[in-house]
């Protein structure tokens, strides 16, 4: 089983087996305690960029900015949830050899798991457009240049870096995490600069609620933070990164797995109150309510704390558009080789999932709200790849002894059931409301 999954991945497309491009978990140990350890850790960084995209930056800031600091505790919800689906999807490739669509087109029947690969397509559309509106958006506020070429830009940027991954998965591991240091330095200057409030936040991070007008946001953030895609994308990631001869190394694995989503996805909360902490401190604390797009936040930055916050917030956006545009790209052909068993070339699958997003740019549609928008389509996609995670990695015969203890297939469900009713509870106040 391990051999036939390393021959489907697209990080070792062509090998001719697991130890012809699989580190032993023995030889990766022998290099040290540190090195060792620093060696084992990547694809959660990889998967942590998803959860700081643009899509984030426009519903914490818009969420900062209108409501202050009272819905922190809804990104540290979320971060905390991300955090458990992105290890049990972490653990099913490690355990099974297989990622989560290829397990999907293994285990549900055919229509099941046609439906799913065809919504995940469209979630792939959703991810995107927050991807590329907020890359364009980025280079707009740096070097002037219009919406609609700076979006061709970035495609032709994350392209750049997907090829490194053709050379290895380290360089792809190392030039995503590269990127996410430069969006959290960015982030953590603007947030030094402007000085948040120790006791806003403690009250943020108690549960409260600011009307039926916050719902949205809410559903944006969780949008936004639990990304559907790099559920599907963490299994690929995992799933023959490291060649491990039984289950006590498949064991001794997982635990740098654990490891490795703590940090990277802690990495990933902090970013994301940070940026809510900035709109509360700057634009709420000064009755500025109505910053509701990406520039008028850079604008305001740099009329209220400087020219040089401007430029990191730009700097940031841009870092987090071109590397989860990267990322996406990947994940979408994760999702279509395990759903279906088919590869497109990269050119025609970026060309298609960025269409919707040049039409945005393109017709000149705010860009903030576009962005908004695509994380509640997001938050309507979570289900499908959560509740599936949940069935599989409860099953004994997928999972051997790693399958899910009852209490962690409880709260699993529990966060897919929350989610699914809080999607539900929007259709009706959006329609009949």
Aim: include cysteine.
């Amino acid at each position: 089983m391990a051999g036939d999954s390393v021959l489907q991945t697209p990080l070792a497309a062509g090998a001719e087996s697991p130890r012809s491009v699989e580190p032993t978990l023995r030889l990766l140990r022998s290099r040290g305690r540190i090195r060792g350890m620093v060696a084992l850790l990547g694809p959660a960084f990889v998967a942590a960029v998803a959860y700081i995209d643009p899509g984030n930056f426009a519903t914490n800031f818009s969420a900062g900015a209108k409501f202050g600091y009272t819905l922190a505790w809804v990104i540290v919800a979320a971060n905390l949830m991300a955090m458990l689906v992105q290890y049990l999807s972490a653990k099913t490739g490690v355990a099974t050899g297989r990622d989560l669509p290829e397990l999907c087109r293994e285990h549900f029947p055919r229509a099941v798991s046609r439906g799913l690969w065809v919504q995940a397509e469209l979630i792939a559309m959703a991810t995107d457009l927050a991807e590329f509106v907020g890359a364009a958006v980025g280079l707009n506020l740096l070097f002037d240049v219009p919406l609609f070429p700076a979006g061709v830009i970035t495609a032709v940027v994350a392209f750049a870096i997907l090829a490194l991954e053709q050379r290895g998965y380290r360089r792809f591991e190392l030039a995503i995490g590269g990127l996410l240091g430069i969006v959290f330095l960015g982030l953590a200057y603007d947030l030094a600069r402007v000085g948040p409030d120790p006791g806003g936040i403690a009250a943020g991070l108690v549960p409260s609620f600011a009307g039926t007008d916050s719902l949205l946001i809410i559903a944006g953030i969780i949008g936004a933070t639990v990304m559907p895609h790099v559920v599907y994308l963490h299994s690929a990631l995992t799933k023959s990164r490291v060649f491990c001869r039984d289950d006590s190394e498949r064991r001794e694995l997982l635990r740098f797995q654990r490891l490795d989503v703590l940090i990277g996805l802690g990495a990933a909360g902090l970013i994301n109150l940070s940026m809510l902490f900035i709109a509360a401190s700057l634009f709420n604390r000064t009755g500025r309510l109505n910053v509701d797009s990406i520039q008028a936040a850079h604008t305001g930055l740099g009329r209220m704390v400087g020219g040089g916050a401007a430029l990191a917030f730009a700097v940031a956006l841009l870092a987090s558009g071109l590397s989860s545009s990267s990322v996406g790209t990947y994940a979408g052909q994760v999702v279509m080789q395990g759903f279906v068993r088919r590869r497109i070339p990269l050119f025609v699958r970026r060309g298609l999932t960025m269409l919707p997003a040049l039409l945005v740019l393109g017709l000149g549609l705010p860009a903030t709200d576009s962005l908004v928008v695509s994380q509640v389509v997001l938050s309507f996609g979570i289900p499908f790849a959560l509740v599936p995670l949940v069935l599989l990695t409860r099953r004994s015969d997928i999972m051997g002894s790693f399958v899910n203890r009852p209490v962690t297939t409880a709260v699993t469900g529990c966060i897919a059931s929350v989610i699914i009713v809080l999607n539900v509870y929007l259709l009706y106040a959006t329609f009949f409301g």
